[in-house]
């Protein structure tokens, strides 16, 4: 049975860092492009980033280009997001995703097929 499991959420103050961090389990997820999507109270889901299978293609989020990086270690089959310059806007649960058809990476949480629980992270003014 697939998995993600993501961890690394918490409470930060504006201005500092936190890195995600999504492990899967249940099939090797090396081949799919990975995706990181927020969503706040009321809103809906947002992409975030996404990366293909060998790091070789990245995508961001107009807002978060130049503050997150999104990474994957083939081997532990996990995939982080290292977040800084943390800003209070950019709070919200953080859900990673697989994304199973389409070619290139996309942006549309349609496109992924496999989603973890989520973590919440929270940015205090």
């Known amino acids: 049975q697939a998995q993600l499991v993501e961890s690394g959420g918490g409470l930060v103050q504006a201005g500092g860092s936190l890195r995600l961090s999504c492990a899967a389990s249940?099939?090797?997820?090396?081949?799919?492009?990975m995706g990181w999507f927020r969503q706040a109270p009321g809103k809906e889901r947002e992409f975030v980033a996404a990366i293909n299978w060998s790091g070789s293609t990245t995508s961001y989020v107009d807002s978060v280009k130049g503050r997150f990086t999104i990474s994957r270690d083939n081997a532990k089959n996990t995939v982080y997001l290292q977040m800084n310059s943390l800003k209070p806007e950019d709070t919200a649960v953080y859900l990673c995703a697989a994304q199973t058809t389409g070619v290139g990476v996309h942006k549309t949480p349609s496109m992924y097929r496999y989603w973890g629980q989520g973590t919440q992270v929270t940015v205090s003014s």
């Open positions: 249940g099939r090797t997820f090396s081949n799919y492009v």
